[in-house]
């Protein structure tokens, strides 16, 4: 079944950038049907969609950090990835990216139905 | 954005209980809300979607109801599995999306 896997940095410095990669397997990147997304979530507070891409590139990301994000996407490694830059204290957070079922006229439409683990990113020098 | 607020933002409650979260969003989303269980160390759990579709394999004590700005999630019975964080999340605008705060279900 399709699995996705979270991996980067622990630890990233203030004012660097973050940047953490999707690994998906079981099934391919290049579907279709479906946005590849991020969500973060600081401790002790509630979630925050970061951004989603299409296997053809086209993106939306969260207002709140447009700024600052980058979300690109390798077909070829069935990988899509998170940059995310200038980054301080507030981003501390874990990190999960998850698929979403692209069709518009669906209710499920940008759900987030399969998740990975997560991985927990701490910003300190 | 579309905020969503959920209440309340813990209960305690025992094995069997019926448990109701509220999920209300600042304009209406129509019923482009989905819920989803947390739990430390595992992969979020997504359960229902359309505001009251289960998603496959979702146990059937678990339902949703609602439309426009209100919607509750509501266990039936509480299992000792279902003690979880539960999170909304609104799919309406499709190019800000937003969750709620998040509700902890605790042991009573």
């Known amino acids: 079944q399709l699995q996705l896997q979270e991996s980067g940095p622990g630890l990233v410095k203030p004012l660097e950038t973050l940047s953490l990669t999707c690994t998906v397997s079981g099934g391919s990147i290049s579907n279709s049907d479906y946005y590849w997304g991020w969500v973060r979530q600081p401790p002790g507070k509630g979630l925050e969609w970061i951004g989603s891409?299409?296997?053809?590139?086209?993106?939306y990301y969260n207002p709140s950090l447009k700024n600052r994000l980058t979300i690109s996407i390798y077909t070829s490694k069935n990988q899509f990835s998170l940059n995310l830059s200038s980054v301080t204290a507030a981003d501390t957070a874990v990190y999960y990216c998850a698929r979403q079922p692209a069709g518009y006229s669906d209710y499920d439409r940008f759900a987030f139905d399969i998740w990975g683990l997560g991985t927990m990113v701490t910003v300190s020098s | 954005d579309i905020q969503m607020t959920q209440s309340p933002s813990s209960l305690s409650a025992s094995v069997g209980d019926r448990v109701t979260i509220t999920c209300r969003a600042s304009q209406s989303i129509a019923r482009f809300l989905n819920w989803y269980q947390l739990k430390p160390g595992k992969a979020p759990k997504f359960l229902i979607y359309g505001a009251s579709t289960l998603q496959s394999g979702v146990p059937s004590r678990f339902s949703g109801s609602g439309s426009g700005t209100d919607f509750t999630l509501t266990i039936s019975s509480l299992q000792p599995e279902d003690f979880a964080t539960y999170h909304c999340q609104q799919s309406y605008s499709t190019s800000s999306l937003t969750f709620g705060g998040g509700t902890k279900v605790e042991i009573k």
């Open positions: 891409i299409y296997y053809s590139g086209s993106t």
